[in-house]
């Protein structure tokens, strides 16, 4: 800060030593009262609130005096923030809010900021949401009718009203037999088809159900022949907790896999475009992951820009759960560069931690969130990890945030990245006698890429250096190649090297053969050197 006394003036403004004087002695007595008015103002940090949404970083909202619990979000591309979830009213419905950038209702959404539908005559239930390019909301979740729930499409004009020119009424409804279906998860194919995932029961057994739809809500029959495809991985129940597609069109799913229900696992599975399942994928066309044994489920799932599978969910007993993130390459095996087998977990309390969301950015960093229960309460948890699976400590307290919205349960079932980092959650918070909507949102600067290097050095048959030769390195996961020379001691660098990713590096020489003839590296650490020995050409061909 730049005080009024600490202007330049010229000296000649001061025309008598007795004036200069007076001054000096102003400005001690000035300075001597700074650290009473003048408190030095603490930066935002990685995992802070942003007080610029709703002055503290945070809102709730009410629809109905009773339970109202926000299950999805979804920014759109002008910055407002849609949240989706179920509203209590007599029976459960469809709820959804829109949010302007600054936390405050969008009146222009349904004229309140609110829009309430019921989808049947019972309990319903919105889980996942879905923008089209076109700005139209689609909504997702289940329907309850006499003989069980089913799969339930609800698609929102910008304005938040119904899309009639969607299956008639703005509502598509499936049912897959006389047991309960829901869909627990949305996926827009770059066609404008509508993929959902979630689970189909037969009897009391609950198997992994799929269904495509096309643009004007009916069901897709090129899709498994009738829009509709099941999978059976246990004798128990298989819920698909997350759907993501792949740029050929592949989609992948991941959830809880179980023979019981003290006894579940992680699963990720992967159908061709046509819901067929894709058998060259992991095991027969899904891998199996287990944590404890216990219960182990995963709730969300993110393609990383390097194909590999990344899902986040729990696992523990029914009463003490941690949060759990495993890594898949992309064939559907464990990434045993995450965290040296593929899988970690958080202790963040000792109760019930589990995480429901995750996103990963460009360079690897990992966020997850979900609740904590700290024995009196539960609250919105954030934990930040870095591509290696480590804690991210330079997020929160040492990677990890943990938030109270109001006084009681708070709940984060959903997270979303802004187009400037920020991070925005949503979920439920319990205001003392019913749940509202929460969001809230936080800090989060562009995170330091996790970059490495590869670095060797060539020599010929005696330890010489070799001068000039060219090194090519190539990305197996993005593609990305690069050349250098080795210099005039015989080094060559390449330097800011995505962590995580498989490199080939190889020396090209007429003159030169080169022992070995290329190297295949894993980059898990900031450095890593590879050297090569050349043997003159021509030797070679005399000794022949």
Known sequence: MLLETERNFPLSFYSAPFVRRVIATLLILILATLPLWNSPIIAAAPGDFDTTFDTDGKTTTDFSGIDDIAYALAIQTNGKIILAGKTLNSTDDFGVVRYNTNGSLDTSFDTDGKATTAVGTGFDLANSIVIQTDGKIVVGGFMSTLNGDNFALV????DGSLDTSFDG???AITDFSNGDDAILSLALQTDGKIVAAGFASTGLKANVGLARYNTD???????????????SISSGNDVAGDIVLQTNGQIVVAGVTGNNPV??????ARFN????LDTGYGAGGRTVTDFSSSTDGANALVIQL???????????????????????????NPDTTFNGTGKLTTVLGGGLDVAED??????????????????????????????SGALNTSFGMGGIVKSQIGSFDDRANALAVQSDNLLVVAGGSFNGSAFDFAVARYIQFAPTAAVGKISGHI??????????????????????????????????????LPLGNDYVVQPLSKKYNFSPSSGLLSLSDEKTEFNFVGTPADMIQKIR
């Not at 698609?155 to 910008?158: G, Q, V």
């Not at 250096?465 to 990305?480: E, H, P």
């Open 358 to 387: 995750v996103f990963v950015f460009g360079n690897g960093v990992i966020v997850t969130v979900g609740r904590t229960d700290n024995g009196s309460h539960t609250d919105f948890a954030i934990v930040e990890y870095l591509q």
């Open 217 to 231: 809500g009916s069901l897709d029959t090129s899709f498994d022949t009738d829009g509709k495809a099941t999978l």
């Open 306 to 332: 390097d194909g590999k599978a990344l899902v986040a969910g729990y696992t523990g007993s029914t009463l003490n759960q941690d949060f759990a993130l495993a890594r898949y390459d992309i064939n559907g």
């Open 155 to 158: 698609r929102y004009n910008t």
């Open 273 to 276: 475009s046509t819901g067929l």
């Open 169 to 171: 009424d703005g509502k």
């Open 263 to 268: 006894d579940t696992d992680v699963f990720i």
């Open 459 to 496: 020599s010929d048959q005696f330890g010489n250096a070799v001068v000039g030769i060219k090194v090519t390195i190539s990305n197996l996961n993005t593609g990305d190649s690069f050349e250098t020379q080795t210099n005039m001691k015989g080094y060559y660098v390449f330097e800011n």
